[in-house]
Structure formats: structure tokens, C-alpha cells
């Protein structure tokens, strides 16, 4: 549905995107992943023609973004980071506007009144878009691409500025989108594309450095198995017999507390089951485990992992 081929961007002798390629298929919910700056809304602008690139093809569903520009649009609804909305009119006055912008040969009041409940806006569509809070403000922007039924969503940086529940609510739209189009997450959250997406794509610098199902992304990049732990017993004492654990190579001891329990990361070696170990040296000193659950890789441990092994190709 989506494939890109060699895509550069250059500003000047500084490369943005250094020919990267990768392919999305049809009903894919793909997370574009990257931190700040790693060039992930340029590729987003140069997929949606907002930007020319330096060299390489984008192609939505057999038609060049560049040779054949409006009818490959008509396959993309995009949601910039800054939803591109009018202020002083209302929801349905804006949505209206996208409509006729658009060409959309739809029934034009049921597609609209579709999308509203879609996005469950409905309750708002007379009121001005500047009087809406930030989330809804960002599901009228959501709204906007669903226009025109495109089979292509792309959303840049969804839920930026948004409160716990509403990034909940988001991510609930999106994954109800993924049902019936291909989507398209940027993010520089991890957990973001963890909960809906099912493929994740990593750039770096302007390069790919990792394309992976969701599943399978920590544990490629992760060789240590690293978990949480609530123990009672002694603090200091627990943290000194969890080090001398066979296998055990970390052991960070955090600022919580329950009771006389307190919560633990330990991390094994590589390939290591540590935690019947862990058991075992706990219950010989009486010490309960209360609770124990993995813990994955965070975006830094990620980042810096994939940056380490990207520099040492180079090297």
C-alpha cells in the first residue's frame, strides 16, 4: 500500500532521511518510532507531499507521490502534529469546509454525521473549535483526516499535550481505525505504539535501524531479562543478598515502599531464568516475594542500544 525506495532529504550537506526504504501492506497499524529530531515528520511530509525529497520514489497503492500528486492524496487523510484548524468556526462549519476542500463526492451531511460519532464529537459540532479543550480539539483534527473515507491514515504525534484520559481515548480511536485502514503512527513514545500498533519502524538520524513486529522489538533488542520486584524484609539487607544471586548482574533499589516491603529492578545475565534463584535465596531467609513482574526495555535503553549497534557497523 505504502512502499518508499531510497528516500533522501538533504539541507544543504546535512542529511535528514539518508536513504532509507521500507513498504507498508494494507491493514497494517505501523508505529513510526524515533526520537526528536530523527527525522520522522519529515518522512511523514515527503509521504504526504508536503515536501519534495532530495531523491527516491514514495508510491500509495501504485500512484508516485510526485508523478501523480492529487490522486495519490485522495488515498491519505494526515493529522500534522498541529491539527490544522480553523478557530473561529465551528466543528461542523470546518468539517463541511475539509469536505468541499476535498471534492468529496460522498453524501455530504451522513458522512459527516458518520465521522462525528466516529470521533464522538457529535455533541460539540456546533461549537466553536477555539472554545474545545485540547482533546477535543485533536479529535476534530482526527476527524478532518477521516474525510473522504481515505484507506491511508497518518497521524503525526497524536497524543501531544493530551491528559491520561484522553491519550486513552486516542489510542482507543486509533486502534478502532486500524480495523478498517492502514495506519500510519508517528511517535517518539514507545508506549504509544506499543498499544496499537503491530509493527514498529525505528528511525535514528535519518536512518532505519530497526523494523519489527511490536512483540518482537524488546526482546531483539534487549539480551537481559530485567524485573520488578516487591520483597519484604530488610532493604539493604535484600538488595545485598539479590546481588550475590547467581546470574543477577543489577540491582537497583527504588523509592517505594509498602509496609515493610520494598521494590526492587533486578536484572539476570543473558539468557538467564533468574527468578526461580531469586526464590529460593528469598525464602531461605524468610523473606516473602510479593510481587514480580517483568520488565521491558524503556525508549532510552532502546535508543542507545540501537545507536551503539548502528556505530559499530560504521566503525
Known amino acids: 500500500m505504502v512502499e518508499i525506495k531510497n528516500l533522501v532529504k538533504k539541507y544543504g550537506s546535512k542529511y535528514a532521511l539518508d536513504d532509507i526504504s521500507f513498504t507498508i501492506n494494507s491493514g497494517e497499524i505501523v508505529g513510526f518510532l524515533g526520537p526528536n529530531g530523527a527525522g520522522k515528520t519529515t518522512t511523514m511530509n515527503i509521504v504526504t507531499g508536503y515536501l519534495a525529497s532530495t531523491s527516491g520514489t514514495v508510491v500509495i497503492d501504485g500512484k508516485d507521490i510526485l508523478d501523480d500528486p492529487i490522486e495519490a492524496k485522495k488515498l491519505i487523510g494526515y493529522l500534522p502534529e498541529q491539527p490544522p484548524l480553523y478557530v473561529d468556526m465551528t ?10 476542500l476535498k471534492s468529496c463526492d460522498l453524501n455530504k451531511e451522513k458522512h459527516l ?3 462525528c460519532m466516529i470521533t464522538k464529537i457529535f455533541g460539540v459540532k456546533n461549537r466553536l473549535i477555539r472554545n474545545l479543550s485540547k482533546g477535543y480539539k485533536q479529535r476534530v483534527g482526527i476527524a478532518q483526516a477521516l474525510i473522504g473515507n481515505p484507506p491511508i491514515i497518518i497521524f503525526d504525534e497524536p497524543t501531544v499535550g493530551l491528559d491520561p484520559k484522553q491519550i486513552i481515548e486516542v489510542r482507543n480511536l486509533i486502534r478502532n481505525l486500524g480495523k478498517t485502514h492502514t495506519v500510519i503512527l508517528s511517535t517518539h513514545i514507545l508506549s ?16 532505519i535501524v530497526a523494523d519489527e513486529k511490536t512483540e518482537n522489538l524488546t526482546k531483539a533488542i534487549s539480551e537481559n531479562s530485567r524485573y520488578r520486584v516487591k520483597i519484604s524484609g530488610p532493604q539493604r539487607e535484600v538488595a545485598s ?13 527504588l523509592n517505594e515502599r509498602d509496609a515493610d516491603a520494598f521494590v526492587y529492578i533486578v536484572e539476570g545475565a543473558p539468557n538467564i531464568d533468574i527468578r526461580k534463584k531469586l526464590f529460593r535465596v528469598l525464602a531461605s531467609r524468610d523473606w ?13 535503553d532502546i535508543f542507545i542500544k540501537l545507536t551503539d549497534k548502528t556505530g559499530k557497523k560504521g566503525e
Do not use: H, T
Request: charged share 20%.
Open 113 to 115: 454525521e458518520e465521522i
Open 241 to 253: 543478598a539479590l546481588r550475590n544471586v547467581p546470574g543477577v548482574v543489577m540491582v537497583e533499589s
Open 91 to 100: 466543528v461542523w462549519e470546518y468539517l463541511g469546509f475539509v469536505f468541499d
Open 192 to 207: 504509544e505504539v506499543q498499544s496499537v500498533c503491530n509493527r514498529i519502524i525505528v528511525i535514528n538520524s535519518g536512518k
Open 288 to 300: 516473602p516475594i510479593l510481587g514480580l513482574e517483568a520488565v521491558g526495555a524503556d525508549l532510552e
